[in-house]
């Protein structure tokens, strides 16, 4: 197809303009392709525990999505139109880099999540979760054996369940407390990106353990 074709050129270009250690690495970060990396990379990913972020997943299309809103924002006046062009880009990056089943679970979440928005009916986020991973493994089966699925769906999880209490606890310390610049801007900071951490891996260190020799 033409995508494929595409994702084969800029494979191209980036062995072209980098060595060959960081063309496998942005290949697999940049385009699913996970093919050309070294052994020893994986092996050394696999030691510290982050295997995981070699595969495309939600943090990727995130940080995607993310940069392309705050400049559309700034280029197209109606927000609604904004979020109705986030529907056929995430489309295309999840055909793009070849649908790997963790990033088809952050796409459908996505798409479900701003289809919500659009009809101004935020859905439940456990309840998407749930229903995005019942309709990829009615799909494909085998994807309950894949790595990335699963790490996705567990860090999700720990993040849906335990956030709430998280910023229960962030509110209650701050309503007792004077709110300078630090406590009031700076520590909900680190204490969010401290909650978000921990939320996403007490789910997913079990099945680090699981599946690789070191977490």
């Known amino acids: 197809t033409r995508l494929s074709s595409a994702n084969r050129r800029a494979g191209y270009m980036l062995d072209f303009r980098l060595s060959p250690k960081e063309a496998a690495l942005s ?9 050309y990396l070294p052994a020893i990379l994986n092996r050394d990913f696999s030691r510290i525990g982050i295997s995981h972020i070699l595969a495309l997943s ?17 280029l197209i006046p109606c927000r609604l139109l904004v979020r109705l062009s986030v529907l056929p880009l995430t489309v ?8 790997s089943a963790s990033l088809l679970r952050a796409s459908l979440m996505l798409i479900i999540s701003y289809i919500g928005f659009i009809i101004k009916k935020k859905p439940d986020s456990m309840t998407v979760l749930f229903f995005v991973a019942f309709i990829i493994l009615a799909f494909d089966p085998r994807a309950v054996f894949d790595v990335g699925l699963i790490l996705s769906l567990s860090s999700v999880f720990g993040i849906l369940l335990l956030m709430p209490y998280f910023n229960g606890l962030r509110i209650s310390f701050l309503r007792r407390t004077d709110s300078g610049f ?16 921990f939320s996403a891996c007490a ?5 680090m353990f699981f599946f690789f020799d070191y977490a």
Do not use: C, E, Q, W
């Open 58 to 74: 939600g943090m990727h299309l995130a940080l995607i999505i993310g940069l392309y809103t705050f400049i559309a924002k700034r």
């Open 182 to 197: 630090v406590l009031g801007r700076v520590m909900p900071f680190v204490f969010n990106s401290f909650a978000l951490s």
């Open 92 to 99: 295309f990056i999840l055909l793009f880099t070849g649908l």
């Open 27 to 35: 290949k697999a970060l940049l385009l699913g392709d996970r093919s």
């Open 203 to 207: 789910f997913t260190l079990p099945a």
